[in-house]
């Protein structure tokens, strides 16, 4: 069973840093597309960086310039090291990503848990 599990969330102060990585794990014959998501109380899911298993990477304009995504192939892991984190970037951030499992017919996509960020003073 193919799994998402991420890691490094928790509180920072404005104008901090924060490196979140997320890790896929179970039968996984392929992996696609790869990204970061977030959803801030009272607002909709939106899409925070991507990157594709080939290609330019994507960015939401409000991040374009703090955030950097990166993907390690070898060990199926995405990271987003986020700087310079401002209020309104509180939220949970999920992991995102495109498999197709081993032993199937069709690739899915997968969510993790989700990890909170939250930028205080």
């Known amino acids: 069973q193919v799994q998402l599990v991420e890691s490094g969330g928790g509180l920072v102060h404005p104008g901090g840093s924060l490196r979140l990585s997320c890790a896929a794990s179970?039968?996984?014959?392929?992996?696609?597309?790869m990204g970061w998501y977030r959803q801030a109380p009272g607002k909709q899911r939106e899409l925070v960086a991507t990157?594709?298993?080939?290609?330019?990477?994507e960015y939401v304009d409000s991040v374009k310039g703090r955030f950097t995504i990166s993907r390690d192939n070898a060990k199926n892991t995405v990271d987003l090291q986020m700087n310079s984190l401002k209020p309104e970037d509180t939220a949970v951030y999920y992991c995102?990503?495109?498999?197709?499992?081993?032993?199937?017919?069709?690739?899915?996509?997968?969510w993790g848990q989700g990890t909170q960020v939250t930028v205080s003073s």
């Open positions: 179970g039968s996984i014959r392929s992996i696609y597309g």
């Open positions: 990157v594709p298993s080939g290609g330019s990477v």
């Open positions: 995102n990503a495109l498999i197709h499992p081993g032993g199937t017919l069709l690739s899915h996509t997968f």
